[in-house]
């Protein structure tokens, strides 16, 4: 091999990418992610998907789709990008000490509410202002609840989707 | 008097003294005691600044954080779906905010938190999170965004700092000065030979007159995980969020935290498809004087390093984040 060949090499730069091969594994990033069968939004859908759930990558689809198969499972099908990562997602434990995950139930989107907490209903119950606070963010825990998946992933392909044009 | 009231007084007396020096007071009524200088760290309380926080502790004191944060702000705009044009225009408002917050922390590193978005009256310009989930942003902010990529910035700012859990940092930093404040106090006590180390909870003077702070102490220094709920401790919630708030509302997190937030930011909005540029712009324009983002470490600091952040992270690659955008997503006409 020549010197400028060996110069041309040291001179491509470093790039600590994540280059997806088939038979890759990427992880299920967020809750009621659907395994959709045909890459597009609003195609029919297979079964929902657990959150951190390891996933076998086969390629990439046009529209920011990539087709996978759930480990163990003969039928791959379509998910879209934004409910993919390279990592799983951070694991949620209630309490510090506890050794598994025990948090499952809150998700960005049509999570039942959890209501304030005790200790914050008992502070706001000590001062006008801070009950009328209380109220607010209940009414906002409402609001946050009410959004649908669908308004979500609509939300997700106006950012994501419009980026190839 | 009781063994905590005389270890009280003596503190009293003697601290001034040992600040520099160990002292050996004369044998005498009280009995003999060693002054351990308040100024050395005691390693079970520099341990509770980095202590794991489960995330029902974090919520209670962030749903007590959020709280103040709301009332010291004019509450929140949430509007009237079915109330008068403004009433519903706000709402929309109030609804958009809420989804495109969804989104950036669909992609964020805790997607399993309960995230709420909302926006607080105050025409300031401004926007601050609590632990456990809740963001805002101020109507004052909201008016200077210009895209849906710049208010998605705004957001993941937020979202980086909650999934950093850098306010829970903190609240680390204040459980080590309040186990400092007591061991300072435990080790100015008079020992009696045989007496076990003194309990918060057991002695009938701090139960009598602090019970919350008491039972708080008991359960910082034996670094289990404080439950807020209990209606005994409601008091010190109460403190410790004002505290808590009243520093991020004045002071802020520490430059650090603030250029992790906007790395973290820069990262949610090329997962997103958004344009990281617009958002750099916005912070950018930001005064750097009065109130506005003061804590913050200056716009050109922030934009200097953000660009260094983005350029790194556009030559990696990545196939599961989309195309950069040409140009940015329009704000939907309720933001107008």
Known sequence: MTARIWLALALIPCTPGWALESGDTVYVRARNTKLLKEPRANAPAGRTLNVGEALTWRKAEAGNFHEVQPTGEKKAGFVYYANLALKPPREERWAASNTTTDVEDFGSSGAATKGLAQGAVQLAATDASLARAATALKALELLQAGITDDELDAQLLRSGQEARK | ?336
């Open chain 2, 1 to 336: 008097m009781t063994g905590w009231a005389r270890a009280v007084l003596v503190t009293g007396l003697v601290a001034p003294l040992s600040s520099c020096l160990h002292v050996q007071l004369v044998p005498g009524e009280v009995p003999s005691v060693e002054v351990r200088s308040p100024f050395r760290p005691h390693p079970e309380c520099e341990q509770l600044k980095l202590a794991d926080v489960g995330l029902g502790e974090e919520l209670s004191l962030g749903d007590a954080m959020a709280l103040r944060v709301v009332s010291a702000r004019g509450g929140l705009a949430l509007g009237d779906a079915g109330g008068s044009a403004e009433e519903k225009q706000l709402a929309a408002r109030a609804r958009r905010v809420a989804l495109v917050g969804a989104a950036v922390a669909h992609v964020s590193e805790r997607p399993l938190v309960p995230w709420r978005f909302g926006v607080l009256q105050a025409p300031e310009v401004n926007a601050v999170s609590a632990p456990g989930g809740a963001v805002f942003i101020t109507r004052g902010a909201l008016a200077r965004v210009e895209n849906e990529d710049q208010l998605a910035g705004i957001l993941a700012h937020e979202v980086a700092h909650v999934a950093g859990r850098h306010a829970l940092g903190r609240y680390g930093e204040e459980k080590a000065r309040t186990c400092e404040l007591v061991q300072v106090v435990r080790d100015h006590r008079p020992s009696f030979p045989g007496e076990p180390p003194p309990s918060f909870s057991d002695s009938p003077f701090w139960q009598r007159h602090f019970p919350a702070f008491a039972h708080y102490v008991d359960v910082v220094l034996r670094g289990a995980t404080v439950d807020f709920d209990d209606a005994v401790l409601v008091p010190v919630l109460g403190n410790l969020s004002e505290k808590l708030v009243d520093g991020l509302l004045r002071v802020g997190l520490d430059k650090e935290a603030e250029f992790q937030a906007d790395a973290g930011a820069v990262d949610l909005l090329l997962t997103l498809g958004y344009r990281p540029e617009e958002f750099i712009r916005f912070v950018e324009q930001l005064p750097h004087d009065g109130d506005v983002f003061s804590h913050h470490p200056g716009p050109a600091a922030r934009r200097d390093a953000m660009l260094a952040h983005l350029s790194r992270r556009r030559a990696e690659e990545n196939p599961l984040r989309p195309q950069p955008r040409k140009v940015p997503v329009p704000l939907p006409p309720e933001l107008k």
